[in-house]
């Protein structure tokens, strides 16, 4: 499917795309114009712009992987949710 008809630019060029990038380098944080540049090519009208993200947002390799926190001496590392929100319960701040 056409995504940008300006750069003739598919959801198969975008997909492609960012699973090159992620494999590239897997902290990097993709953006519409780091997709572009990967296909050598660069937005015009930026009439696909909502398109072009939500065909962005379908692939799974978008999200930058869960970081992993610096082990503290005597406790494994601990994962930190992308998003970040605070996984401490009612319970665990009264400690
Ligand atoms: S349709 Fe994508 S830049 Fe115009």
Known sequence: MIVCHCMHITD??????IEWMRAADPMTIITPRK????L????????????FLDTMR??????????RK???S??????IEESGTCKATQR???I
């Open 40 to 51: 050598n090519k660069e937005a015009d009208c930026g009439g696909c712009m909502s398109l």
């Open 58 to 67: 379908q692939n799974d390799k978008l999200q930058v992987p869960m970081l």
């Open 74 to 79: 005597g406790q494994p590392a601990a994962l």
């Open 12 to 17: 198969h060029d975008i997909h492609s795309a």
């Open 35 to 38: 997709v572009y540049r990967a």
């Open 70 to 72: 610096p082990a503290v």
């Open 92 to 94: 665990s701040s009264n």
